[in-house]
């Protein structure tokens, strides 16, 4: 469709004072259900819509702003990123890159990264490691299985809706990838089983393994110590790879740099985006050198590693270093996770528990109540703070790491201010 210049004029919502989201879908794809604001600015842990109201923001672009919004540090980087040279293509050696990757490899248990621009792209890298792992190394395992969990996310595409053990992203998506198998989180049993049940010999058995060390969008729900201590030992005795999903977690967020230093044990392969750059887009998969299986050609990425996304991320590694923003993920998410408590205590009829780590936090609510997460959302909203859904019945708490302690004492008053307001009016 040919569309006047006049829209695009619409679309700088600076110069209107009234945001047209018919319009907007008009010439948008539906894919998201979205809420009724448009934003327009932030600054730290701040967000101002287009009709000027402010928000508290404890979504951070779905654990993804890092660093809040407008950071010194980030703008200081891609400014100067973007003067000197955004992009040139892996035909080429990217400085930049090396400089991420040696980092990464420096403060992690990998030896080598790979990188691309989303989550569901670095999974994507991972599983086809797997598979190239297993047709390089293993005996003639001519269909290998990866077990996955259910009530696990890891991402849009083909073989990740796959991945993702919750049938509503895979409805009418059909048909999907083979290789993948389902069983409970938390559960070793199942693991178990399932690893003894699929095993057809040289012809189809699991050779990997891909789990959030604490799950995410499936109701923020930590790994279980004593469990992933003993699906280390399956993984090592079957030659089973092990590869978290730490698209969510890793980063910081956890109140450690990665998610599996919560569960003291290293996967062999993991992944990591949303929060990795901030906000700039950018994927990473990185792995031990004993399963770093791919050779030139076998994997690659136009925009993965280019220069401005890799500036964007030494930028957000080298402040979360130097601020010592580690300590405070770990500070404000136990003083989160009290004022919660506190919460779900005052309102039992409404809420069951809370849980999460560092800054990745979870409040439930009950089962037998109509109430969704999406009606508290959108009462916080209302009362100016941002949280997002984790499933029907837990909403979660994502705020930037840089999260103060006077912000969470406000976050949480807005939300009782909320709970009062829903409770006064039902
Ligand atoms: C968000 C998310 C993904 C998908 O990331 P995209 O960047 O949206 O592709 C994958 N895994 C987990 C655990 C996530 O939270």
Known sequence: MIQSPLIEDSLDTSNTPEFDGDRFDNSVMQTYSRFPIAIERGEGCRLWDTKGKEYLDFVA??????????????????????????????????????????????????????????GAEANEAAIKLVRKYAHTFLDQVEKPIILTAKDSFHGRTLATITATGQEKYQKGFAPLPEGFAYVPYNDITAVENAIADLDEGTLSRVVGIMIEP????????????????????????????????????????????????????????????????????????????????????????????NPFACAAALAVLKTLEQENILQNVQARGEQLRVRLRAIAKKYPSLFVEVRGWGLINGLELR????????????????????????????????????????????????????????????
């Not at 090396?98 to 691309?116: I, M, R």
């Not at 201590?229 to 967020?253: A, P, S, T, W, Y």
């Not at 037998?368 to 009606?375: E, G, H, K, Q």
């Not at 909203?381 to 859904?389: F, I, K, N, R």
């Open 214 to 305: 604490l799950q995410g969008e499936g109701g923020v729900r930590p790994g279980d110590l004593e469990y992933f201590l003993k699906l280390r030992k399956i993984c090592d005795d079957n030659k089973i790879l092990l590869v978290f999903d730490e698209v969510q977690v890793g980063i910081g967020r956890s109140g450690r740099l990665w998610g599996y230093e919560n569960l003291g044990i290293e996967p062999d392969i993991l992944t990591s985006a949303k929060g990795l750059a901030g906000g700039i887009p950018i994927g990473a998969m990185l792995c031990k050198d004993f399963c770093a299986a791919f050779e030139p050609g076998n994997h690659a990425s136009t925009f993965g590693g």
């Open 367 to 426: 089962s037998d109540i109509n109430l969704t997460s999406i009606d508290l959302v959108k009462a916080a909203m209302e009362e100016g703070l941002l949280l997002a859904p984790a499933g029907p019945k837990v909403l979660r708490f994502v705020p930037p790491l840089i999260v103060s302690q006077a912000e969470v004492e406000e976050g949480v008053a807005i939300l009782e201010t909320a709970i009062e307001k829903l409770l006064s009016n039902s």
């Open 61 to 118: 672009g779905i654990a993804t702003c890092t660093l809040g919004h407008a950071h010194p540090a980030l703008i200081a980087a891609v400014s100067e990123q973007i003067k000197k040279l955004h992009h040139v293509s892996n035909l080429y050696y990217i400085p930049e890159q090396g400089q991420l990757a040696e980092w990464l490899v420096n403060h992690s248990c990998a030896d080598k990264v790979f990188f691309c621009n989303s």
